[in-house]
């Protein structure tokens, strides 16, 4: 059962038009309740309507799509153009990202292991070619990719995860792709869960694909980035 809150203050600006007896009436006078109070209830109630003929069905849209198979790979359109990372600008995002979280980093945060080899084959991996065409020819397709990979292969030491979203963010923003919503901070947090979905999940298909819709689903392109 849905519960509905009345706009603060009316209650109490209802109560105000009670005698003392009717205080305890269960019934109310149409003349207790003042005509500013009457436009108040009007407006809440047509409020409420809309809520409940017009709710958001998103929700039912991602599983209406999954069960007609109508997800993920199928909602990526091949980019024009792709402004890659190189291996210096991930390595100075995640000693940044090290700073700026401070005692939540420890040592080991951002450090390679060996000298960069599993990063190299992160980014290997994404930018792969095949008849001079990326393997992975949409700019969602390869930051999926490198979330993925950068969680699944650990090519840093410690922050795996945490670096993963800060490095899907700038390959996103550096392509010109933002959230729809405009709100960085949702989508940074949609992305730590799915973090930890892949981290925990057995299968790339599950977790992969979930990702992947998820992104673009969730994106739109901005103005062209020219200084990249």
Known sequence: MRRFLLPPGLIPNIQKGFSSSAATSASV?????????????????SQIRRMTNQSDHAWANILYRYDK???????????????????DETLAHATNLKLALGDEAEHFFGVLPDNGNKLSSVFGAIQQTFGAEYLYPSVVEQAAHLFYL??????FIDGNKRIAVDLCVHFLTKNALTPINKNMNEFRK????????????????HSFSLLLDFLTTSLEYTKVNDNN
């Not at 003042?34 to 209830?41: A, I, N, T």
């Not at 950068?150 to 090519?155: E, F, G, L, S, Y």
């Not at 949609?190 to 298909?205: G, Q």
């Open 29 to 45: 006078s149409p003349s207790a309740i003042s005509r500013h109070d009457k436009h108040q209830l009007k407006t809440s109630f």
């Open 150 to 155: 950068t969680i699944k292969d650990h090519p």
């Open 190 to 205: 949609s992305l730590a869960y799915h973090a930890l979905y892949a981290a925990i999940s057995k299968e790339k298909d």
């Open 69 to 87: 198979g109508n997800f993920g790979f199928k909602n990526c359109v091949k980019s024009e153009f792709i402004h890659s990372l190189s291996l």
